[in-house]
């Protein structure tokens, strides 16, 4: 069965400190892999796109890493800020159907503490 | 920022009543969606299509139907809401990619709508 599991479910950390979020999958077969933000009544907002070949992508503060053998992603945090406060989601495409179904996590509550 | 639209944000209905929730996006892309989004959940596609007169079912059953006769326009609509459909509902967007064209087909999410049905 294809899952998306994302640890932790909650967080909480200080402002500036760095934290780092964890998604292990296992879709097939496998297209992408996505990390977005989703705000408090909000849509999700794509923050870095990995395919297979990639194990690293960056978008400002975030950094996320793809283990495509292993099946696991992290999204890292650096120097977090108040604004970080939001659900992350990572999503996984596959090539299996015509559609490239998305299979959605549950997503990780970030909250960041002044 | 994604140039896609839903309206209303907010919608508090009683049992029984017809509703249309609004998604309109301004960027041309022929692949639309709608999610069923629970507090704490994941998203699951209910609707989604490739274009004009498509429309297809998603992976959760869902009471409702949707439309697709522009291809920037997709309302979904419920015939008689019931306290069952309270939920937010997020309706997104994609460029119609190929094999071998991943990057294309990010999805472009809406604010969504937050329907209560009482």
């Known amino acids: 069965k294809n899952q998306v599991e994302q640890s932790p479910q909650s967080l909480i950390i200080l402002e500036g400190k760095n934290c780092t979020l964890q998604?292990?999958?296992?879709?097939?077969?496998?297209?992408?892999l996505r990390w977005y933000k989703q705000d408090t009544g909000r849509g999700p907002v794509s923050l870095t796109i990995?395919?297979?070949?990639?194990n690293t992508k960056s978008n400002g503060r975030y950094t996320a890493t793809l283990d495509a053998d292993t099946k696991q992603s992290s999204l890292h945090i650096t120097a977090s800020q108040l604004s970080d406060s939001a659900s992350y989601i990572c999503v996984v495409s596959d090539r299996g159907s015509t559609l490239g179904r998305l299979y959605f996590g549950r997503g990780t509550q970030l909250t960041v503490w002044p | 920022e994604a140039d896609i639209y839903q309206t209303p944000r907010y919608l508090v209905i009683g049992t029984g009543k017809k509703i249309t929730l609004e998604c309109s996006q301004t960027?041309?892309?022929?692949?639309m969606y709608w999610y069923q989004q629970d507090p704490g959940m994941e998203l699951h596609l209910i609707h989604y299509?490739?274009?004009?007169?498509?429309?297809e079912k998603g992976d959760l059953s869902s009471e409702s139907t949707v439309s697709r006769i522009r291809t920037e326009h997709f309302p979904l609509t419920l015939e008689s809401a019931r306290p069952s459909h309270t939920s937010q509902y997020l309706c997104?967007?994609?460029?119609?990619?190929?094999?071998?064209?991943?990057?294309?087909?990010?999805?472009?999410f809406g604010p969504g709508t937050r329907l209560t049905v009482l």
């Open positions: 299509s490739y274009g004009v007169n498509s429309t």
């Open positions: 990995m395919t297979f070949s990639e």
């Open positions: 998604c292990n999958y296992t879709v097939s077969p496998f297209s992408n």
């Open positions: 960027m041309g892309h022929d692949k």
């Open positions: 997104a967007s994609s460029e119609l990619g190929g094999e071998g064209q991943p990057h294309t087909d990010t999805q472009y």
